[in-house]
């Protein structure tokens, strides 16, 4: 017989960050290049799409770190681009 150790508590604060990390906002916050703008929250949830939908507009995001956060509902994606080494050192 196997027991639970899990508390009501400690279910009801995983259950809360489960829902914490729930989009419910149909537009994502793009900060990318010191600018910042809406998108479709659809569209910025996986990197290869954001990545088709910008690169016409952002030629750097090839390359660049993506990190996605989600306050209350709201995904915040910040896209840094890479340093690129030219040439030989």
Known sequence: MEQKNDSPAAETKAAEETSAQIVTDPKATIKIEGQEFDLDA????????LKTVLQPHFSSIEGANITREIKEGKLTVTIVKRPQYKGMR
């Open 42 to 49: 659809v569209l910025a949830q996986e990197d290869q799409t």
